[in-house]
C-alpha cells in the first residue's frame, strides 16, 4: 500500500520515505477488517494516511469509529477514502474474498 500511494499521506501530502514510513504512514483499513472477508488485508482496501504531526489524517480517519459511529470528518467518508486510491468498496470486497481462494481455503 505505501509503494502504490509513493510512501505520501493520502490525506494530506505529507511525504514519508521507505525507511520511515512503518512509523509515519498506517496502512489504515478503508472499511474495518472485521467486516471485511478476510480481514480485508488487501492493497484495494488500503490507503496510507499520516499518524504523526499536526494532519495526522489517521486519528482522524478513525474518528469515525471513536465518536460512536455518528460522523467522518470531512474527506475520510470511505467512499471518499476508496475514490483516492481508484477503488470502491466491492472492488475491496471482490479483491478480499479472493484472498481466501488463493489461500487454498
Ligand atoms: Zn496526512
Redesign the pocket.
Known sequence: VFQRDGYR?V????QSSPETAETELDAHHITDRTEMPNGGYVKENGIS??KI?A???HARAEMFHSSGKSEWESGFHPDDLYRKIGSTYEVAVRASKKLCEADGG
Do not use: A, K, M, V
Not at 11 to 14: A, D, E, K, L, V
Open positions: 499521506c490525506g494530506c501530502g505529507f494516511l499520516c504531526g494532519s495526522n489524517c
